[in-house]
């Protein structure tokens, strides 16, 4: 089974790989827009997989990071500055800052509380953006410039801005699967499973769960930071609660404790939005059903069908 | 410094109007097996929850190895040296037998802000652990997801995971709880073989057990330790018989 998921995931990344030329080649630009949507989302429904589904941290206030990212790198180019470690430096700092502050005060609390007080957080984040006129408050902001790095790497560039997506995403996926099995991540799963047991054997859940907020913090801050690079514009709505919602449905989607799965989830999620939006502007009325029936059929995602999910019995 | 290894002096912690430990002390020696006996309701639990730090009493101190502790929370506690099992198996179900055993080692061995290199390659985790599943016999489930173990096997790990912090003072909450007589008598032997290399503090219903295992036994009935001896002292106490044993049993 492990080396089936090995030929998958390399036959994705390959596939992703070629999705510039095959899009030029056909004159299909718009689907490289697509992809690359697909794959900065599919980096936010990574970082929430890694503390929902390995920490049991159920964020509902993801997309507040979105925002942050993004309008990092939005008021930066505002005041002219379109320097790429800047923006991206400023991306993360202001992204681990904030989930840090918001992970002080959430991640003692569990269940239901934990998701209120996510969502009270990016809610508040969301009207703060809503409030600021200077940079465009509810109407948003227009980004002035992208990225560029040491005039090198220009993210202005559709190609560029892809594969440095996709290179972040793969980063990103790597770094997750290493962390996952190593010290850290025992210790969190050790918490998702028995925080009660943990605390007994002489671990303090605390500060493992906060570093576990604070690096999805900064991933999904990434993602914003790209996001913000693609569409040039960022507005508030990004910071929606409903957009959490969405990244927590691609999350569900592809299968949670699965990371890739996410990156499916994502690529489900908004190829669903693509087509039926195309049928009728209420396609969520079409989407609904189609979450209900992943949840009973394939509890552990739509990765599970391609991949079943570990055998009873494991070796090494 | 006396030879305790803990001491409780003056415990006290009331819910309402219930006083669940009444003005408690007690002392546990180094190296001894010590029971703790009692009907339902006499605060058992409420005490191991007390020496865990997952209660805060109400009055009194909790010293172990000399250091007062009753203001320690709960992991601060385990870090000292004072482990636990629990009396509902507590284990990590999606965790394969030697996952759990693993990261209670992890536990004491340096710190756990390591993200890049994989725990399961790490020997300095992984031998102790096979170490203390092949004295608990679990060494040929080392592999299999802990949900997939029998009750049995699974009070084998949860005392494996409390083995593993390599604790000072071994808290057992009814280690025998929901066992066969057979398991129960393994468990026994094996409790047996602990006796003498580390302390331990034994919360039982199984009183054959308890009389088989005990260097001492004290005797809870509503909070308050009523008798204090060893197996042959309390088999004969009239106050332990009438409140604990009943009346009608002969010696």
Known sequence: MRKLSYILCALGIAVLFCVPAVTEVADMSYYLDFTTRVVIFAMAAVSLDLILGYGGMVSFGHAAFLGVGGYAVGILSYYGITDG??????????????????????????GVYFIMITLAFSQMLYYLAISVNTYGGDDGLSVRGASVFAGVVDLADRDQLYYASLAILLGMLLICYRLIGSRFGMVLRGIKSDERRMIAIGYSPFRYKLLAFVISGVM?????ALLANQTLFISPAIMHWSRSGEIMVMAILGGISTLFGSVIGAGLYLGLEETLSRFTPHWQVLLGPLLVVVVLFARNGVLSLIVPRRAKTRHG | MDDALLRIEGLVKRYGGLIATDHLGLSIRRNELHAIIGPNGAGKTTLVSQITGEVRPDEGRIVFAGDDVTRLPPNARAAKGIGRSFQITSVFLDFTVIENVSLAVQARAGHS??????AAGEAILRDPAHAILAKVGLLDRADELAVNLSHGEKRALELAIALAGSPKLLLLDEPMAGMGPEESLRMVKFLETLKGQLTILLIEHDIEAVFALADRITVLVYGRAIAEGTAAEIRNHPEVRRAYLGDDEEA
Do not use: Y
């Open chain 1, 220 to 224: 999904c801050g990434i993602a914003g």
């Open chain 1, 85 to 110: 470690f800047i923006h991206f430096g400023v991306a993360i700092l202001a992204s681990a800052l904030v989930a840090l502050f918001i992970g002080m005060l959430s991640v003692r609390t569990i």
């Open chain 2, 113 to 118: 802000f390591r993200f890049w290199k994989q």
